[in-house]
């Protein structure tokens, strides 16, 4: 069973810029996060999907930040413009049914965003 | 508010000694524990969890926890340390808001093992 895949793995940006990651879940999974990672910390929830739809997006900064899932399959996060503070890792899992937290969820490898 | 606490950032211990992680969480209700792993350069993986009954579970790579109501603790123990353990572990709550189960994760504790 193929994991989580993200991309890119790397990006480096300056600030003000735009910049947008990509995620394809495990085949079949209902529930999609992205989390945020910075330097130091624990990974922060930023939006959480059930299919197609948002389920949580209560940390996602929306002046800047989007994301959508369509089809109920692969996802992308956006950040536009992009600040110095968002330089983290970000990261996205899937999991298979609805009620995330309690089931296990599955993480790809992350996108490291540097903001210069 | 919920949360969890890894009181410890940097462990180091010898390869084959005994290790002992400790995560604390503030939550009001009955809460569902998780211990993920992350290596450098890859996503997090699940070592165990604990959702009602045994407070002592098993996980995967010879790891173990005890919940502790009492002291609202869910520390993360190995017998017997090898050096591909080095990584990043952490622990988190899994809260109810909104209809929706979400994780809450600790900052992290970084494991270094000495050969």
């Known amino acids: 069973e193929a994991g989580v895949a993200q991309s890119p793995r790397y990006k480096i940006i300056e600030k003000r810029q735009s910049v947008a990651f990509w995620c394809n879940p495990i085949s079949g999974h209902a529930t999609l996060y992205w989390y945020q990672q910075i330097l130091g910390q624990g990974p922060k929830l930023l939006i959480q999907?059930?299919?197609?739809?948002?389920?949580?997006d209560s940390q996602l900064p929306k002046d800047r930040f989007s994301a959508e899932r369509l089809k109920g399959v692969d996802s992308t996060l956006k950040i536009q413009p992009a600040k110095l503070e968002d330089s983290a890792v970000y990261l996205c899992a899937s999991s298979s049914r609805t009620g995330g937290g309690l089931d296990e969820q599955f993480f790809g490898p992350g996108t490291r965003l540097t903001v210069l | 508010a919920q949360s969890v606490t890894q009181p410890d950032i940097h462990i180091t211990v010898s390869e084959g000694a005994s290790l002992e992680l400790r995560c604390n969480y503030s939550y009001g209700a009955t809460p569902y524990l998780f211990w993920y792993v992350q290596s450098p350069g890859q996503g997090l993986q699940l070592l165990l969890k604990y959702f009602s009954g045994d407070t002592l579970v098993q996980g995967i790579k010879g790891f173990e926890a005890e919940f502790k109501r009492s002291q609202s603790s869910f520390n993360l123990r190995k017998p017997s340390v090898h050096w591909s353990d080095a990584a990043e572990y952490f622990c988190a709550v899994g809260v109810f808001s909104g209809g929706y189960n979400k994780l809450i994760f600790g900052a992290g504790t970084r494991l270094a093992v000495h050969p």
């Open positions: 999907f059930q299919n197609n739809g948002v389920v949580d």
